[in-house]
């Protein structure tokens, strides 16, 4: 079956630095992946899509990565402040293209001034 | 950008009723809509699609006579938890997908946290 995994343990970084995560799939070549920022008690809010035709994403301090073959995304954000505290799910649709999202666990964030 | 809300953001209620949660999309139409679950320190499971128009389909494992789901119109979509039980306390998260954006965009409502006594 398909299987998403994130780093379940909490990052813990300065103010400043680069924060980077993780999300690696296995038994699947999905058209796309997402990354969602979710605040505790709140819905995932949307961040970014890549394609699998894409290696890389930008938006504004944020910056995805998709390796197909290493079937790993990293999610990156740049010059991170607290307010970037919150937890990052990666989410794949494994239904080909009828937007049935699968969820990592999620990594918990914690930007510390 | 496009905004989904829930109501109600959280309930409390006796074992054995049951529960409607309605979620809308306010400035688009949603032809499709999904309904997640997510318990603590866990991610967000898919429990069922709403189609309007349609009946729901549904994942492995839920049951469809205990998750009523109705999608009566384009902007809203319901979820009836009917003879709640404790273990049915969780956080119900729905999501639109804007039948005029980008096929791949879902928008998030705020989510119910559900809790069964």
């Known amino acids: 079956s398909q299987k998403i995994e994130q780093n379940s343990e909490a990052l813990n970084i300065q103010e400043g630095k680069t924060a980077t995560l993780t999300c690696n799939y296995t038994?699947?070549?999905?058209?796309?992946l997402q990354w969602y920022r979710q605040d505790p008690g709140r819905g995932p809010v949307f961040l970014l899509l890549i394609r699998e035709n894409e290696k890389e994403k930008r938006k504004e301090r944020l910056k995805v990565t998709f390796d197909t073959t290493l079937k790993q995304s990293l999610f990156h954000i740049t010059a991170s402040q607290p307010a970037d505290s919150a937890t990052y799910l990666c989410a794949l649709d494994f239904s080909g293209g009828y937007n049935k999202l699968i969820f990592g666990a999620g990594t918990r964030l914690a930007v510390h001034p | 950008g496009a905004v989904v809300s829930q109501h109600p953001s959280r309930v409390i209620c006796k074992s054995g009723t049951s529960v409607k949660i309605e979620c809308r999309s306010l400035?688009?139409?949603?032809?499709?809509m999904f309904w997640y679950r997510q318990f603590p320190k866990q991610s967000l499971m898919l429990m069922a699609t709403?189609?309007?128009?349609?009946?729901?389909?549904?994942e492995q494992g839920v049951e469809k006579d205990k998750f009523l789901i109705n999608h009566a119109s384009l902007t809203l979509s319901t979820l009836t938890v009917t003879s709640a039980h404790p273990e049915d306390s969780s956080f119900y998260i729905c999501?639109?997908?804007?039948?005029?954006?980008?096929?791949?965009?879902?928008?998030f409502g705020p989510g119910t946290r559900l809790l069964v006594l």
């Open positions: 999501s639109a997908r804007d039948f005029g954006g980008t096929q791949e965009t879902q928008y």
């Open positions: 038994n699947y070549s999905p058209a796309y």
């Open positions: 400035d688009f139409q949603a032809t499709t």
């Open positions: 709403s189609n309007e128009g349609s009946k729901a389909t549904y």
